[in-house]
């Protein structure tokens, strides 16, 4: 036999044989059973998405629809903040508060802003602790402005003079008081959003409203109103404002939740920030 040809079939024989083990163990080949086991192994289980359906009103400066149609305002960029901080979107509607309350009361909406607590919103919401406060204040027609030298909504209506409110807003116990009264009800007239109530004042149709004092500032500024309207002396107790979740779509656990995200907002310094961004 030929030397040279008996070593290069020896040396061909250990190559091939010697490289089939190494291949085995690189090879994962996988049975049809071991498949079908793989495949009917449940995926982990993955947290649903949070996402809240949010209603806003046009009630600069706390909520309205801005540039390019963006809902805006010192309300929406605070729950914005928060919800960020939960990992949490916001699917945003726009309405009058009305038509959003009786979104919120059916189930169709899971966020409000802007709310003041009451027990009866209390039997079908849950409340957040409070994120701001507000005050409302007596505004009225400038050239009537000496006239009204009153000490109280409840003097001014008491002497049969007309006032503005918003639908189904809450001023407080004594606003509530006063409405509640048989005799006093017809002296109240109201609107549907506060740009009417500022219309019903300059048609003459109320002697004073009952706005936010940032608010009816935002606008009589925004609507060169200086000269036809003012603010009354007249102010209204300031109250606690909160962020109101459906009862019906909103677990505690979540109000828990935007509450916490809430405090970080807050003790981060950024809800500062915002507040003044507005104040300014």
């Excluded at 007596?138 to 009537?144: G, S």
């Excluded at 017809?186 to 019903?200: C, K, L, R, W």
């Excluded at 405090?263 to 915002?274: N, T």
Aim: hydrophobic share 40%; glycine share 6%; charged share 20%.
């Amino acid at each position: 036999m030929n030397v040279q040809y008996f070593l290069c079939s020896a040396v061909v024989c250990l190559l091939l044989f010697g490289c089939t083990p190494a291949e085995t163990q690189n090879s994962a080949v996988m049975t049809p059973d071991a498949v079908a086991k793989v495949a009917e192994t449940p995926s982990e289980p993955k947290a649903a998405p949070c996402q809240l359906k949010l209603g806003f009103e046009s009630w600069e400066p706390y909520q309205y629809v801005g540039l390019e149609q963006q809902a805006s305002g010192l309300d929406i960029e605070i729950v914005q903040a928060v919800a960020g901080r939960m990992n949490c979107s916001l699917v945003l509607q726009h309405g009058t508060w009305q038509e959003l309350l009786g979104q919120f009361r059916q189930g169709q909406l899971d966020v409000l802003l802007g709310a003041s607590k009451t027990p009866a919103r209390e039997e079908f919401a849950l409340f957040s602790e409070p994120y701001r406060a507000e005050q409302f204040q007596l505004f009225v027609r400038k050239d009537d402005a000496s006239k009204y030298n009153f000490a109280s909504v409840a003097e001014m209506v008491a002497a049969k003079h007309k006032v503005g409110l918003i639908s189904d807003y809450y001023y407080g116990e004594q606003i509530s008081a006063l409405y509640d009264d048989d005799q006093m009800r017809p002296q109240f007239v109201e609107s549907t959003m506060s740009e009417q109530n500022i219309a019903v004042l300059l048609d003459d149709q109320v002697d004073a409203v009952l706005e936010d004092s940032f608010v009816g500032a935002a606008i009589i500024r925004r609507k060169g109103l200086e000269q036809q309207i003012q603010p009354h002396q007249v102010k209204l107790p300031e109250t606690p404002i909160y962020v109101m979740f459906s009862k019906s779509t909103v677990q505690p656990e979540q109000v828990s939740s935007f509450n916490e995200a809430l405090k970080q907002l807050k003790d981060s310094g950024d809800y500062q920030l915002l507040i003044g961004k507005y104040q300014s």
